[in-house]
Nanobody, 114 residues
């Protein structure tokens, strides 16, 4: 069974940085694209950044130039480096496989104060 465990969230001031991690188990991680999503109460979960098996990346317009997604297939882990954080980035952040979604993990909360 696939398990996704996100970590690295926290409270940060606007302009600050955080690095999120997501460790996957129960799957051949390197075979799949993987993505970071975020969700705020009352809103749909939105895709923030995606990285393909080959390392190609895509970002939501709202985070381009500020966030960087990367992966370490040896560690079955995907990262999200978040710089120049804004209050609008406040959300619960999750990872998942966009083409073969698994059950969602518990997420990690990011709160950006102004």
């Amino acid at each position: 069974q696939v398990q996704l465990v996100e970590s690295g969230g926290g409270l940060v001031q606007a302009g600050g940085s955080l690095r999120l991690s997501c460790a996957a188990s129960g799957t051949t991680f390197r075979n799949y694209d993987i993505a970071w999503y975020r969700q705020t109460p009352g809103k749909q979960r939105e895709l923030v950044a995606r990285i393909s098996r080959q390392g190609r990346t895509n970002y939501a317009d709202s985070v381009k130039g500020r966030f960087t997604i990367s992966r370490d297939d040896a560690k079955n882990t995907v990262y999200l480096q978040m710089n120049s954080l804004k209050p609008g980035d406040t959300a619960a952040y999750y990872c998942n496989f966009p083409l073969v979604p698994s059950d969602w993990g518990q997420g990690t909360q990011v709160t950006v104060s102004s």
